[in-house]
């Protein structure tokens, strides 16, 4: 598995924290963290280790790329991306890729689908609560940790992490933690999260 989480902006500092508190229980091959996030070293890692099927990204992303990490220009920050007939860079095609990032199930989803492999994200906004990282993190790790171990198909995908966003609103709608300030908050960005799920 690859990991990649770029860390230069206020959400991409917490997904990259977030990510990090995984990273140790993953069978992993490289950590692509912070400024390491750039398509070369995607690129390099993924033609060094041909057999990696997993690609988990934490970052910013579009309906059409996930972004790396670069401050200067978009263009160059695009780590993945989907052209009309092809996969950018074109060695990850074929992959399983998570991609904890707002959008990118729109048109990578199903591009990464049409290449031969699978993706499983978002089609809308991710929404993080600031001060509940680690609530959002526990859902977005924990179906990671369930992806290696078994990724199915796109529908039993996307009902794992339909599942978890669910648990989570439950806990702060009517269970444990929905009388401390904010749950209703909580609760409807996680909301938002479930209904963007998408599973190609």
């Given amino acids: 598995m690859i990991i990649i989480r770029p ?3 206020r959400e991409t500092r917490a997904t990259h924290a977030i990510a990090g508190l995984i990273v140790p229980q993953l069978p992993l091959c490289r950590d692509l963290s912070g400024s ?3 398509r070369l070293n995607l690129q390099r890692t993924l033609q060094q280790n041909p057999t990696v099927t997993i690609v988990a990204f934490y970052g910013h992303g579009e309906k ?4 790396g990490h670069s401050l200067w220009n978009l263009v160059g920050r695009s780590l993945v991306r989907s052209e009309p007939t092809k996969l950018l860079p074109p060695e990850v095609v074929s992959r399983n890729v998570y991609a904890v990032a707002c959008r990118a199930g729109v048109l990578l989803g199903p591009a990464l689908a049409r290449s031969g492999g699978r993706f499983i994200g978002y089609n809308d906004d991710f929404v993080l609560t600031i001060g ?7 859902v977005v790790n924990d179906v990671l940790l369930a992806l ?3 990724w199915g198909s796109p529908n039993s995908c996307q009902a794992v992490l339909a599942d978890a966003w669910n648990k989570l609103i439950d806990d702060f709608t009517y269970g444990a933690k929905s009388d401390i300030p904010r749950a209703f908050l909580v609760a409807r960005d ?4 479930r209904e963007g799920v998408a599973a190609f």
């Fill in 64 to 67: 059409d790329r996930l972004f």
């Fill in 148 to 150: 290696t171990q078994n």
């Fill in 36 to 38: 390491q996030a750039t």
């Fill in 190 to 193: 996680a909301l938002v999260n």
């Fill in 132 to 138: 509940f990282e680690a609530e959002f993190g526990a």
């Fill in 7 to 9: 860390a230069y902006d």
